[in-house]
């Protein structure tokens, strides 16, 4: 049947699953490795990974509680974004860089057939902060956005429709937004971002674009730092997790413009990212 899954933080080390909508949630045992980022290919596999380090080790799981865990991919020393399910390509595609620093770092690739194994791509050329990666299959596209932070860091939007070779759009986004999440919603034909910061403060801001280039900017209920924003079918669901876990909050949109809040659980853990089976 089809279920939310989220997982909580790297100390945690835990998944939880809901049947019924977020109403309610069971949690798995303590895992091998902490999941931060997660996606579900059309089978009902749902691939996780850690950003970096020793835990940045994908995994995959059929019920959203029990794992079953790969090796670290080659060249993932230090960072990534979430993981993207790109349908027609067959591939589950994440990219570098997160928290990196410039200097001597290109932007890479990863992908794999299976949540398990990845080839790396080194087709950047260059170095981009790249906070989110999304799969469109109605455009036949992956799109990636950057973190705006003022200084060096830039605005741009990536595409790509092979997962291993990319196209940059300059000044994209909007001036000190930082993407969190980002999901392709087709009854709307948008892409929606959670935004974890603006301008480096938490903020009640999302912001949705047709094509990945133009954006517009859609105000929230709550002024907190968003994770992940996830489409479960019929909702667009936005999912907190400010530091120390005081804010435990999920907004539901079906427009991604008018949206509802929702208290998602008692616990005060840190929660990362919400993935769905369908």
Not at 34 to 43: Q, R, T
Not at 187 to 192: C, D, V
């Amino acid at each position: 049947g089809s279920y939310w899954c989220a997982a909580r933080s790297s100390v945690a080390k835990k998944t939880s699953i809901s049947t019924d909508n977020g109403a309610t949630w069971t949690d798995s045992g303590v895992l091998t490795n902490p999941v931060e980022w997660m996606a579900h290919n059309d089978s009902g596999l749902i691939a996780g990974k850690s950003r970096q380090g020793v835990n940045g080790t994908p995994g995959v799981t059929t019920d959203g509680l029990n794992w079953t865990w790969g090796t670290k991919p080659t060249g993932d020393d230090n960072g990534m974004t979430q993981i993207v399910w790109c349908g027609s390509l067959g591939l589950f595609v994440y990219t570098k860089n997160w928290n990196c620093n410039p200097a001597g770092n290109r932007t890479k690739s990863w992908a794999s057939t299976d949540g398990l194994n990845y080839t790396v791509y080194d087709n950047f050329g260059k170095f981009s902060l790249v906070s989110t990666i999304t799969w469109s299959p109605d455009r036949a596209e992956i799109l990636l956005t950057t973190l705006s932070t003022g200084g060096a860091y830039e605005r741009s939007t990536w595409t790509s429709t092979n997962g291993s070779s990319w196209t940059e759009h300059v000044n994209a986004l909007p001036d000190l937004y930082q993407p969190s999440a980002c999901v392709w919603v087709p009854t709307l034909a948008l892409y929606i971002c959670a935004v974890y910061k603006v301008n480096n403060a938490a903020s009640n801001k999302c912001l949705t674009s047709p094509d990945g280039i133009n954006w517009t900017i859609r105000t929230l209920n709550n002024t907190v730092t968003w994770n992940d924003v996830n489409w479960t079918g019929t909702t667009v669901v936005m999912l907190s997790g400010d530091s120390g876990g005081k804010t435990k909050v999920a907004e539901t949109s079906t427009d991604g413009i008018n949206w509802v809040s929702h208290n998602i659980s008692a616990s005060t853990q840190f929660w990362n990212c919400l993935g769905v089976k369908r």
